[in-house]
Every structure is written in C-alpha cells, then in structure tokens.
C-alpha cells in the first residue's frame, strides 16, 4: 500500500457539473458510484440447492454477506477506478429445526481491498491480489458485472462474470430497470457429453437482475435473481435446481472525501497497483476445487465393493450402481495402481475389463494390454465396453490402429480378437466425432477400406468383418461403396451392406440413395435377398416417404412376389408406424381410403408368419423403453429373429441393446413349400449356419456363430448342446456421461456429473428337433441399470450438493415356437418379469474454511413397482400359440 500515492482533494463541484453535463446527453454514463465518492453497500449471497419434485420442506442452502465499501479513487470524463473492500464477512445455513440458522464469520478472508476498472461506466477488469483463491476473484467479478448497465431497453450482448451473454435490458421508469439473461457462454462449459439425447442432460438457466438507482442515478440496489435446472433428458423428474439470489444494497453514503489516485490515465492507475496486484478479465474461471472427489483410492474404493462386484450380480442393481460410483475414482488412477489391482483381484477380471473401458485413459488402456497381455477373452471383453465410450484419449485409438497394422510378432494372430479389435476401433473413431478431415479419421477409413478392397480377395468372411466396420465407423463417404455391395454383391455381401446402411442416420442419405433403395426393394433390375429387401424398406420407410411412394408400397401389396413372408412384413411394418406416429398413420389411411382394391381383408391379412411388432417396456416414474421385435420367416425356417431395445426422450429414441438369431440354409430340412417362388433358390443352397449378432448401443459386435455346417448342426442336434442357453454377452457398459460447470452470476461454481450403467446378461437359444419337427429360440435379458448424478455449488466456505441414484432391473424375455408337423405354425411370447425402480436423493450443506465446520443432510427414497407382464402380441399369434400348445 505504501507505494501508492493518494492525494486529498474533494471532488464534489466537479461532480456535480459533469453530472449535469451527463443527465441530458444518453451516450454518456451516470455514475453508479459518483466521481470520487464512496458508498457503503450490504452484499448478500443465498444459493438454494433443490432436488427436483421434493415435497421435502428441508432446506439445503448458504447464504454469504458482507460490507462493501466502494470508492471511486480515479476518474477522467469516461472512465473511472473503483476501489471495495469486503468487510464482516459471514457465511449461514439453516439448521434441522425450523427457523434456527447456524452463523459463523469468516476471519481468513483478505481485508485487502480489489479494484474495478470501469470504462465509458463499463465494467472491464478487476484489479485482485494474485494469491487469491478463484472462488473469491470470481465473487470480486461477480460484484464487478452488476456495476454493468445499459440505459435503453433492447437486446445487446454483454461480456461479465458469466461470459459473454444475450441480455435484453427493459427500462421501467427512470429509477428502475431490469435486465435479463438467457443464454451465457459460461453456463455451457462442458466437459463430457454424449450425443445421443436419451443419454444426455437437460441445462436450463437464467439470470435477471433488477436495479434501483437514485434521482442522481447512484446505484441503491442490484438484485440478480438465477435459477440453474438440471434434469435427465430420459427422465425430466429427476435432477437438481440451483437457486441463487445476489443482493446489493446501498446502506450509506461515505461522509470522508475519499483520497484519489492522480495519474492522468486509467492505464497508469491500474499500473500503479501492479506491485501488489494483477489484472484479471471480467470473464469468471471455474473453481475446480467443487468437483473433486474424496481422497478414497481407487484400491480402497474396490475393497469397499468386492461383494457387489461380484460374478453372481452380473445383471444386478448392486453391479450397475457400483460402476457408477467407481468411475469417476477410476479415471483419475494411473497404470500403475490398476496393475496392482487386476493382479490382486483375479476373480474380478472380467468386471475390471468393463471398468477400465469406460475409464478410457491411456493409463488404463495401457494397464489392460499389460495385464491381460494374450488373454483374448479378457482382451475382447474390455474392448467390447471400450467401443462405446465417447471420449477415449486419442493414443487410445492410434494404439489399436497400430495394433492392428502390426506384422510379424506383433501381429494379432487370433481372429476373433482381430476382429473385435476392427470393430472397436471403428466404433472410438465414429463416437470421438471426428472432422471429415481429421489425419486419423483418414487413417483408419483407409485401413478398413484397403482390407475390404484389395487384401480380402474373395474371401466372404473377410469382406463382411470390414462391411461391418464400415457400419460401426458410420462415414458418410463410404455411403457409396456400400451402396454398390449392396446392388451387386454376393447375397451375404448384399445383405451385410443393407444392414450397414440401415444403420445410419437418414439424414446422409438423398433421392438417389433412395431411388436405389427403390430398386433393392422392388427388385426392378434383379432379384435380392429377403432381408436385403427388409433393410431398404426399413430406410424408405424412416425416410419419411411421400404420399406417392406410400401409395406404390401399398400396390405392391396387391403385386404377383410371391413372398407372402415379406409383403406381411411391410403390413406389420405400416401397423408399428401408425401405432407410433399420428402423421403417418394419417398418411396411411388417406393413401388406403384410395385404394379399395388393397383395403381388405385378403391382402391386409397375409399368411404369413413374419412378425414386426413394438411394445412399450417402461414409462414414466422409470425411462420411457421400448422393444421391437422383428421375426423375419422365411419359407417356415425363423431367418432372422431380433429384439431390440429403445430408450427414447420425447421424439428421439437410441438403441440400447439388439440381438439378432440368424440362420440359413434350413430350409432344406424343414422347409415350407408353400412359400416358394419361380426363380429364386438362392438362399436354399446356403451353407447351414446359425448364429447370433449383438449391439450395443449402436455399436455392432462381431457375430457369435452357433453352428457352420452341417455337420456341426448334426453334432449340435445329437448332443443337444445348441439347446444350452448360450451367454451371449455379460458386460457393464457405460450409458450417460456427462460433466459439466456452470458459472454463476455471483461468481460460484456450479459442477454436475451424470454417469449411467446397464449391467448386461444376456442369453439366447436354439433348439431343433428334426424328431419332432420343432424348434425354438429363446432370448433372455436380465438388465439392470444405474444413474448416478451429482449437482454441486459453492466457493471457498461453503458447499451445497444434491446427489441421486436410480436403478432398477428390467428384464425380458422371448420364447419363439415354431412347429412344422403339419403346417407351419410359429407362436411368440413376450414376457417382462416384475420391476422395481429405486430411487434415492442425498441434499447436502457443508459450511467449511470458518471456525467451525457444519454439516446438514437431508435424505430421501422412493420405490415404484411395476407388475410383471405378458406383452400382447396380436391376433394371428395368440390362435397359433393355442394351437401349438394345446
Ligand atoms: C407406447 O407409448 C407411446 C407413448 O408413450 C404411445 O403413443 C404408444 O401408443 C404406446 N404403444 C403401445 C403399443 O402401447
Ligand atoms: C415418455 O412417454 C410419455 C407418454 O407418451 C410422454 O408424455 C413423456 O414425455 C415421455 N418422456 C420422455 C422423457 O420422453
């Protein structure tokens, strides 16, 4: 302080005058705090921590107050030097009974004094001592952006504590104004996210302050109301609010002229301070102090979960909820720990595999290769949960390229491993949202598309493992090569790139993508495979098709194809639609109403067994899901049977899970005859397979084969062993992901987290026997899913947390019976056991750095039951499955 140079003077007549000069001429500013002058002002911070939809009466919350003294110690015609002092600073929070609060001072707080820097009366920098800790530079530019006003109603934009914000000024009177903010830069600083929007989080927010000023036009109050509301997008009830009220209040004016700085510009003023001093944007930094996490290790952290994370809890609540609690430690480890970890828990490799894949850090990419070294199974088991993160670090990626370019010793010998590794790598460089451009992006395109291109040859098996890459990787410029396999390749070809492109977003596709889906579908240049078919009318069909088109499906309808099988598949197809969209199902009926030839019973009601069909699983306390099932027969023989799951929020739906049977070549034993077209014998001669596809959340995994061959199916007949439910996938993968801050208007920092689990088992079955003339398919999922969200706000002395957990178990299952003695008749059953969703919700007051520390929790829980149930399928169904089981 002593190096600065104040000098007495009084600056009142000059004031006065300049103010007379100002009063008339808008352009110019009024003085919040006039030329010279001092004000003393009550400053009062409450924040609010809420949960969403509590009746809990509890309150969580802080309240900060303090004394402002403001001096103006320097001022030319526009600009002006502020100087304030924080003075008896308190922190508050309510205590368990009514209307008792627990108060303390805060005596480790700075008296020294910071310094606003105001041009043309603007707010632009704050003059702070440099060992301040953020939380308090923040409230210094917090207290700075309410000296920010402007004189005349409109929108502007306006840089300040919260960044650069839309702000609509309305000027009440000439005393009072408001001021109100919609949409700030640092209200969306965000760390992770996912895209798909059932995954995310809903953020809204908004700030209005309200100013009273003197006739003269000093500031006498500045009142900055903001509420911050998080919720999940799947689940709007469930979240957190932050409430935060930022009061500035004149209580005097100063009698004692105040001592001025004299330079003869603001640039030298504020030099003059930088011994002691530096200056600082207006713009607020995050406090990164409110998102740490407990000093548990992440060694310590296991040893307190090894029950839960246990083998027998695969597909349990305890399993999903305890990733959820363990990730956020785990992304913070290193290598080195994790080694030690996987080396002292060998019962827990497998879940460890999981937890390590959504850490998606190098030091645990590089722990997994270290310690798993050449065990396949582990090694596809981590990637299989790594292909669904969103943000690996990008060695990650570059890693498992080189991986895979490797020759020699390092080669990935073991087919499987190499294929899930393709698979992996595909899926990372889809999700990180490269740009078109981007080096690695390129790198890997090529990889795959040399493989496919050159190094497969005519080797089939080959070509569909980079097809199915190419569907993982999800580039829009391969679009045209997959259209081309999919006109022109071999039927396994043609199919796997129909499945591909069914796989991307519509949006890449244009009219003469659709035109050649057209022709895959109505086959007007050759014949193509059912399933072929069923993926173009699937495309067609999401692309929003014109009156016309519709119009032609539904001739098609009344065509000579023979293929009962398909022309019932568009018939369920248009049901499932019209069930779901009101507009579709009006197109549909306008198109019918047109065509009495196709509105009837005969051609509305196809023989065949092909089943499409979309049910509601949960709905409101629980997610909204649903399933969709498409058994696609084909000359009596189930071809391929799926069930896939949905999360949706409000109009957009991910998939969370698929499982795909497929077989081919059993039609020879046994085949309908009924179903038999001229010149079409394609598929009859396939090798006898089966198998099984699974994907999870979008990402294609490499197929799991039952059997190849006939004479494997033979062995699998005899011994019974494709009878064997097969697991066909335990994993714990990652759901929602998301971090982010937000700045508040009083400087706080405001942190929230969201991380989703399903921890997945899921089963399926083939049984066939020749003797009997039967078969069945079983598909089980036991599921359970965990969502953990944390909201937290606060500064230095205090901190407000709301923490939440919801979990539940949803399961189902589907039996597929299909019995050709006599006729073919195939019967399905869905059934989707009782559910419990739990909920429980921590509120938390922490009053931390005073005297004495201070702690308030408020608890909360709530269970919700949904009975079991037997989902109705439709009519056709229920006849045949009274005649198979009666
Ligand atoms: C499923 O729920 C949606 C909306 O939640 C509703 O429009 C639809 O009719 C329901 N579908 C079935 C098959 O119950
Ligand atoms: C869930 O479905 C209900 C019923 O259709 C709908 O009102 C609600 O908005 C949906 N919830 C979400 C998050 O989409």
Redesign the pocket.
Known sequence: MSSLRFTRYSTRIIVFIVFLINCCNLTVHSQLVQFGGQEIYGLNNKVTMKELNSLNSQETSYTFSSLLKVSSVWNSKNDQLLQVTFMDNRVTAPQKKANKAYSQPITKMPDRPFYISLRNGKPINVIAHTYRDQSLLNMERAVASLFQIQYESGHTTEVDVLGECKTFYSIRSTTRLQKLKTDCSHWDLRIKYRTEKPFGIRLSSQEIVEYDLSAEGKLMKAKSIETHHMALEAQPDIGSQVQSEFLLEHTATGEQPVNQLIFDNLDEAIESLLDWYRVFDIKGDVDGVISETEDQSLTEQISSYLEDLDDNHIGKEAMAKAFAKLLPVARLTKQFEFEQIIENYGDLQFQLADLLAAVQTIDAHKAVYESFRSDVDLLEQYLKSLAVGTHPQITIIEDLLERLKSLGNERIENDKLRDTVVQTLASLARQVGFEPDNALLVKIRSFILHNLEKECADDESCKTLYIRALQNLQDPSTIDILLNLALNGETKISVTAMQALRSFPVSHFNKKHLQIFLQIFYQTRKKYDTSARTFALEIMLTMKPSQEMLGQLLDYLNSNDKHFEIKTYVIQKLNVLS??CVKFRSLLQKCLKERPYINNYNIMAQKGLTTV????LS?RPAF?E?LLSIQEIYRGVLKRGSVELFL?AEQEETSLCKLDIYTSGLTSFVGDSDDISDDDDNYDNSPVTAGMEISIQNILHRPLVFFNGQAELMGHVWKGTASQPTPALQANTLTQDVEHYVMLASGATAYMRVIGFRSIDLYGKVELSLWNRNAQTEIMQKTAASVHGIMKVGFTYAQLTNEFMLSYEPKISLLADLDFYSGVKLCIQLQRPEMFLKYTNTRSVVLQEIAKRYTKKVNSKRTNKFPGSTLALNQKNNEMCNIIFQ
Do not use: D, P
């Open positions: 069930e779901k069909l979309s049910r509601n709905w909204n649903s949706s």
